[in-house]
């Protein structure tokens, strides 16, 4: 669905119009045809209508449909409200065909006819099906390198079944996949799939919601997620704001929250003041403060390695429990050196020393599909570390040896001798002395003259 009517509901254009803003930089950029159309009311919103008249409810939903229908259009909405609304709306009224025929007798009046054969989309589920993870990842110029990044759906995004049926509706992966085509780390959470909790606060039950915010905010900050990313402006309402008065009452919980389409935005290159970013509650400061310093890291780390393979080589970790060292130590995991690389902890990897446990047996190399393997990285690994000073006493010691003598060890003749073998010819080892000689003034601290 390239063309399309954009339904941005309520909420998004009265209280966040940074959000609608941001979702429409994006359907340019991705060269959408969207179209306004006149005449659209609340989609209506489901707790606070259909509580009170589900006729009402199913009406007014069929109406704001049927305008796009008529207009030969599909829909794509930002809200999850909005979407869950129509979505419940198509398969009620797909089922209920008596109830379908009384509504549109009613919208004749506006000569208007709901039969329910348009496409629903959220703005989510068209980035992922519609543009797709791998084609949303060749338009970004400023990728989230190094960013941890937590995401939240909403309940109303993947629920109710079966009139919504994008993603699991209990194990979600879609927006995860999103948020990694734009460069940065998903962080997983405890509390991924809990609700936002803001509903509670429609109903007068303020101390409830605050402490459905309080909870998964905690959750995303002990996780050490940079930010939380939402697709729903009730949630954003709920973690954004809410967070700002939980901050007011002296809780320290400093998360910055973004709508999916800030995120797409920015890494498709667009500025933060651009976007209106600085109209969110709680301050992103912090955010491109660590995006800033870990770009900085990531020319660092291009320096030394392959970026885009350590890159692929941490989302595959296929050979998670294949090295041999890990088995019997397990203070030594292979795959999360690679991702601390990836997070600009070069400097700390070479400081706590793990990375001398990797014995280059190649298991990973040989088990790897894509003939990538961690043992290269290791490698290299060791010779910045041995640049540094950095490397265990035991390899610098047999390295000045060889580059003296040309071997790492003599034989024992005397062994030798009573086993019957004869003594050795004479070794290479002065040769070889020469021949690195500038090697050697730099081992043992000397200039050659």
Not at 127 to 156: E, F, I, K, N, Q
């Amino acid at each position: 669905m390239r063309e399309f009517a954009v339904f941005c509901g309520c909420t998004i254009p009265a209280r966040f119009p940074f959000i609608e803003k941001t979702t429409r930089v994006v359907f340019d950029d991705l060269g959408a045809g969207v179209h306004e159309l006149a005449g659209h009311t609340c989609c209506p919103e489901g707790t606070l209508v259909k509580a009170n008249d589900e006729d009402a409810f199913y009406t007014a939903a069929a109406r704001n449909l049927a305008i796009v229908e008529k207009a030969g259009l599909g829909v794509v909405t930002p809200c999850n409200g909005c979407y869950s609304t129509f979505k419940e709306a198509a398969s009620q009224l797909r089922a209920e065909w008596r109830d379908r025929d009384a509504i549109n007798e009613r919208l004749a009046s506006e000569d208007l006819h709901y039969t329910g054969d348009l496409e629903i989309a959220h703005f989510a589920e068209w980035l992922a099906d519609t543009v797709g993870a791998g084609a949303l990842s060749t338009r970004v110029t400023r990728p989230l390198w190094g960013m941890r990044v937590a995401v939240h759906y909403g309940c109303h995004l993947l629920r109710p079944q079966p009139a919504v049926r994008w993603d699991d509706p209990l194990h979600p992966t879609k927006v995860e996949e999103l948020v990694s085509a734009l460069g940065a780390q998903v962080v997983d959470y405890t509390t991924k799939m809990q609700c936002c909790g803001g509903a509670l606060d429609r109903v007068g039950e303020r101390e409830g919601s605050l402490a459905f915010a309080r909870r998964k905010l905690t959750d995303v900050q002990n996780e050490g997620a940079d930010a939380l990313v939402v697709v729903c402006p009730s949630c954003f309402q709920q973690f954004d704001l809410n967070q700002a008065a939980l901050q007011r009452a002296n809780e320290d919980v400093p998360v910055p929250v973004f709508y999916l389409s800030e995120l797409v935005a920015l890494a498709m290159g667009h500025e933060p003041d651009e976007l209106g970013l600085g109209m969110h509650r709680v301050s992103v400061d912090s955010f491109f403060d660590r995006w800033e310093a870990r770009s900085e890291e990531k020319w660092r780390l291009a320096e030394h390695f392959d970026v885009g393979l350590l890159a692929k080589c941490d989302a595959c970790q296929a050979c998670k429990d294949d090295c041999p060292v890990c088995k019997i130590d397990p203070a030594f995991q292979p795959n999360e050196i690679i991702a601390d690389l990836l997070a600009g902890r070069l400097d700390d990897v070479i400081a706590e020393g793990q990375l001398w446990k990797c014995i280059e047996c190649y298991t990973c190399q040989e088990m790897c599909h894509s003939r990538i393997g961690m043992a290269g990285v290791f490698r290299q690994l060791k010779e910045l570390a041995l640049e540094r000073g950095a490397g265990p006493d035991a390899v610098g010691a047999a390295y000045t040896e060889f580059l003296k003598t040309g071997a790492l060890g003599k034989p024992r003749e005397s062994v030798r001798k009573k086993l019957g073998l004869d003594s050795l010819p004479a070794g290479g080892g002065d040769a070889v002395a020469r021949l690195l000689s500038p090697a050697v003034g730099a081992a043992d601290g000397t200039e050659k003259e």
